[in-house]
């Protein structure tokens, strides 16, 4: 877990985030207590650009540059207490992005391990995460749809982009007991799903509907960019 400090902030910043916690979490079914404390804790107004800040703690996604967005926070409370996280955990995130979500997990477990496919956004996130104390994170730049072999297996992976399908490398990458929340689908037409490890059996369940940036990479979608 997070040894990380909270920075100096102003008595609006701590309203601010209260109220998200109250109105946009508590009253939509987030009732994981420890998610709720780290979504107390880190400081989302730190993770998007300057001028956005007074939107920070808004019931809605904030673009961070790069064609990007930073989750709302209810999404970002779902995602993460749909798995279940326990102190001791290794996590594996696909897609970084500002690194709140990076943020939100390393309160909560052992370790993150997070993939970021844009080198800019990788840079970034770094930089801020070590500057508001969080030492237990490594962030790589790659393909998160290969996620990242070399430390697996993971005891929960979160994707934050929606893929066509499950990466078959991602379930390969779960130990056993291991769970993943990964959006599915393309356009309007996305459900986030919820897959579970258990010894060579691997379930898979739809827990709402849902609308992400899609999932670049050899088992997503095409750059649309490079095409």
């Known amino acids: 877990?997070?040894?990380?400090?909270?920075?100096?902030?102003?008595?609006?910043?701590?309203?601010?985030r209260q109220r998200m916690v109250r109105r946009q979490l508590l009253r939509r079914g987030i009732v994981d207590e420890r998610v709720l404390e780290a979504m107390l804790k880190?400081?989302?107004?730190?993770?998007?650009?300057?001028?956005?800040?007074?939107?920070?703690?808004?019931?809605?996604?904030?673009?961070?540059?790069?064609?990007q967005t930073i989750s709302q926070p209810y999404m970002v409370a779902a995602m993460t207490q749909a798995l279940r996280l326990q102190p001791a955990d290794r996590v594996?995130?696909?897609?970084?992005?500002?690194?709140?979500?990076?943020?939100?997990?390393?309160?909560?477990?052992?370790?993150?391990?997070?993939?970021?496919?844009?080198?800019?956004?990788?840079?970034?996130?770094?930089?801020?995460?070590?500057?508001?104390?969080?030492?237990n994170v490594t962030i790589h730049i790659g393909d998160g749809t290969e996620g990242y072999a070399p430390a697996a297996p993971y005891d929960a992976i979160i994707v934050a982009a929606a893929a066509p399908a499950v990466p078959p490398p991602l379930i390969q990458q779960l130990a056993d007991g291991g769970r993943l929340v990964i959006p599915v689908g393309s356009g309007y037409?996305?459900?986030?799903?919820?897959?579970e490890r258990s010894g060579?059996?691997?379930t898979s369940r739809s827990l709402m509907p849902v609308r992400f940036v899609p999932l670049i990479?050899?088992?997503?979608?095409?750059?649309?960019?490079?095409?």
């Open 42 to 67: 880190v400081p989302r107004h730190e993770f998007v650009p300057e001028e956005a800040r007074h939107l920070a703690y808004d019931d809605s996604p904030q673009h961070i540059g790069s064609g």
């Open 92 to 135: 594996l995130e696909i897609g970084v992005g500002s690194g709140y979500q990076t943020a939100v997990l390393a309160e909560l477990v052992r370790e993150v391990v997070g993939i970021e496919r844009l080198p800019e956004l990788a840079v970034v996130a770094r930089r801020r995460l070590k500057r508001l104390g969080y030492t």
């Open 217 to 227: 990479g050899r088992y997503g979608f095409e750059d649309e960019g490079e095409a």
């Open 200 to 202: 060579n059996t691997v």
């Open 189 to 195: 037409e996305q459900e986030l799903r919820l897959v």
């Open 1 to 16: 877990m997070s040894d990380a400090q909270q920075p100096q902030e102003d008595e609006r910043q701590r309203d601010a």
